[in-house]
C-alpha cells in the first residue's frame, strides 16, 4: 500500500526525455495538439491518466511532445523532500513515436485533440515551450492537485492566444475526495491510504476550473470551449479529435481486499480477545502494545503531513483525534508498573474521546473511510474495557 501511495502522489508519467531544443519557427502546416492518455490496467500510479502537448511541423521535420510529468528517483534526498511536500518535476521532451510507441506497447489509450490555433499563437505556444525548458526554468514544484502535467499545459494556452478561453460549465460541483475515489474504484487500499493521509480539505466543493487538474476533464472541457477574440468574435478551440492508440477495457483480475472487510473481521478478533481474557481474567498487555504503538507511528505519520509537509489538503486532518503520537506513550507505560495511574486515566480519556468521535462521525467537514469505523471502534473498546479492568494490569 505504502508502494501505491507513493507512486499514486508523483503518478501521471515515468518517462524519460533527451530532445534538445534550438530557436525553430514553425511553417504553417504546423500544429499544436493536446495528448490525453488514459489510465494503464493494473499499474496503480496511473489511475489518473496523463496529459502532453505535441507539436507537429511536418515541413520541418518536427514531432515533439512535451511532458511536464518527469521526476527523477535519484535526485538528493527524494523520499524526504516527497514526504514533505518538495517534490521537484520537470519538463522534458519526447520525440513523438518514441511517446506513441511507450504508451501503445502498455496499452494505454491515447487520444489526440488539435487545437484551431492561428500561426501567431502556435508560434507563441513553442517558444513559451522552450523557454519552459531551459535548464533554469524546466524544474517546477510539483503539486498533485494544483500544478501538474494537466494544469501546466492549459495555462501555458491560456496565456499565448490572442484574446480568452471560455469553458462552458459541463461539469457539476463536487469535491477532489469524489474524483480520487472514482479514479481508484480498481484500488481499494489506494483509496484506504488516500483517505487517511489526505484531510478535510479534500471534501470542499469545487467548481470546473479546479476539476480540470485531471486530464479525463480537461480533455473534456476543452472538447466544449472557445476562444473568444477581444473583437468579440469566436472559434472553437479544438479543431478535431481523434484516437490515435485504442482503449482496452480492463482485463479479468481479482479486486483488491476490502479493507472495510478486514477492519470489521479485524474488529471482530478483538471482541474475541476481549471476552477470552474476562472468562481466562488474564490480560493479552502484548496485544494491547502493538495495538496501540502501529497506531501512534500512524499518527508520527499524520502529524508530520499536517504540521511539518506543505503539501495540500492534508491539514486539517481529523483522524490525528483518533490516530495519534501519543499513543506510542501509553503502548510504552503499559510495561511500566508506576505508570497505571497514567494508564488508567489515559484509558478512560481516550475511550470518552474515541466515543464522541464515533457519535460525531457524520458531522466532521470531513468524510472518512468506511473502514476507519471498526477500526475506531476497536480502540474504544480496547480503551474502556482497560480503564475498567485496570487492576488485572
Avoid at 211 to 224: A, S
Avoid at 314 to 340: C, G, T
Wanted: contains cysteine; hydrophobic residues 45%; glycine residues 4%.
Amino acid at each position: 500500500m505504502i508502494r501505491h501511495l507513493l507512486f499514486l502522489l508523483i503518478c501521471l508519467c515515468p518517462f524519460t526525455a533527451s530532445a534538445q531544443l534550438n530557436n525553430l519557427r514553425l511553417s504553417d502546416a504546423a500544429t499544436v495538439s493536446l495528448l490525453s492518455c488514459d489510465p494503464i490496467d493494473g499499474v496503480a500510479y496511473t489511475v489518473y491518466g496523463h496529459t502532453a502537448v505535441r507539436i507537429n511541423d511536418p515541413a520541418n521535420g518536427i514531432d515533439r511532445v512535451y511532458n511536464y510529468g518527469m521526476f527523477d528517483f535519484s535526485s538528493p534526498n527524494f523520499l524526504y523532500r516527497f514526504a514533505r511536500g518538495e517534490l521537484n518535476y520537470k519538463l522534458g521532451v519526447n520525440r513523438f513515436t518514441d511517446f506513441f510507441e511507450e504508451y501503445s506497447e502498455r496499452k494505454s489509450g491515447i487520444i489526440e485533440q488539435v487545437l484551431n490555433l492561428t500561426e501567431e499563437e502556435k508560434q507563441r505556444i513553442l517558444d513559451a515551450l522552450e523557454i519552459n525548458y531551459l535548464p533554469e526554468n524546466r524544474i517546477y514544484l510539483y503539486s498533485f492537485l494544483f500544478d501538474n502535467c494537466s494544469t501546466r499545459p492549459r495555462i501555458l494556452l491560456e496565456k499565448n492566444i490572442s484574446g480568452t478561453i471560455e469553458y462552458p460549465e459541463i461539469l457539476q460541483q463536487t469535491t477532489f475526495r469524489t474524483i480520487i475515489h472514482r479514479c481508484n474504484k480498481n484500488h481499494r487500499w489506494l483509496t484506504f491510504g488516500i483517505d487517511l493521509a489526505l484531510g478535510a480539505p479534500l471534501d470542499s466543493l469545487i467548481g470546473q476550473t479546479p476539476q480540470m487538474f485531471l486530464p479525463e476533464y480537461l480533455m473534456q472541457v476543452f472538447g466544449h470551449a472557445k476562444i473568444v477574440q477581444p473583437d468579440g468574435s469566436s472559434r472553437n478551440l479544438v479543431a478535431s479529435t481523434r484516437k490515435l492508440a485504442p482503449s482496452y477495457p480492463a482485463g479479468e483480475k481479482p479486486l483488491d481486499s476490502n479493507p472495510f472487510i478486514i477492519s470489521c473481521l479485524f474488529f471482530a478478533l478483538v471482541l474475541l480477545i476481549s471476552f477470552w481474557e474476562s472468562r481466562c481474567k488474564r490480560y493479552f498487555r502484548l496485544f494491547d502494545f502493538v495495538l496501540f504503538f502501529v497506531c501512534g507511528l500512524t499518527g508520527c505519520m499524520l502529524f508530520f503531513l499536517s504540521f511539518i509537509s506543505i503539501h495540500p489538503a492534508v491539514f486539517p486532518n481529523y483522524s490525528i483525534i483518533w490516530a495519534h503520537p501519543l499513543h506510542i506513550i501509553l503502548a510504552v507505560s503499559l510495561f511500566i508498573k508506576p505508570l497505571m495511574k497514567f494508564v488508567k486515566r489515559y484509558m478512560l480519556i481516550n475511550g470518552i474521546i474515541l466515543l464522541l468521535f464515533i457519535l460525531g462521525w457524520n458531522f466532521f467537514p470531513q468524510k472518512f473511510n468506511p473502514a476507519f469505523f471498526p477500526l475506531v471502534l476497536t480502540l474504544c473498546v480496547r480503551s474502556l474495557l482497560k480503564f475498567f479492568r485496570v487492576n488485572t494490569f
